[in-house]
């Protein structure tokens, strides 16, 4: 009796220390169209299978998972969720971690505001800049907001930095982008928007002279 207790506290405590997957359950955000590689933290295991739901999409002595995702049509977003389990030179499988990547649609950006000013007088303009968020049918992401980035010069301001006081004409650049709820946007740069809006000078007339007759 007591050989055969202490070899079910043998058999128990060798699958309590089986290795698991050091690869964290997470959410990523990528582009439409970008290709993008699931990897787990750890790669020494005999065996890995990615599943989607309840079909296994791979399976093999390689970690990595690569799907590439174009959207049709390109204003929805959609949520994949696969799910990671591996098994051990022995033949025991890990429990399994779950990753959803969230494949989002482009942004686009534009800027209204005047295109040209006087050169007699003091410039001070504000640019506004829109986007496309709005019309986007991101409910498979929620929680998603957008910034805008201003180069050139001037003071952004506004809900989401959309306009911007400039004091001088020129060039003024805007790019606008996904802001995350959490955790990893590293393939999203391909989604960005941008937008270009030139302000010009144009000379105003010189100071008229009057003479009288």
Known sequence: MKARFLKLIIITTA??????????????????????TLTPGVSTFAVYEWSDGATVVQTGSSPN?????????????????????VQDANGCWSAQTSHTVYVLPALT??????????????????????????????????????????????TPSGTNNSQNLVTASGTYDVSVAYVLPTNDGSKLSACNGTASHTINTNTAPTTPSVTIQ
């Open 15 to 36: 699958l309590s220390l089986m290795p698991l997957a050091h690869a964290m359950a997470g959410v990523f955000y990528v582009c439409s169209g970008t290709a993008f």
């Open 65 to 85: 998972l690569v799907q590439t995702v174009t959207l049709s049509p390109a204003t929805t977003a959609i949520a994949k969720t696969y799910n990671l389990r």
């Open 109 to 154: 950006a534009s800027i209204s505001g005047t295109t040209a000013v006087c050169s007699n007088v003091t410039v001070s303009e504000t640019l506004t800049a829109t986007s496309n968020f709005g019309t986007l049918n991101l409910t498979a992401a929620t929680g998603l907001n957008y910034a805008f980035t201003w180069t050139g010069g001037g």
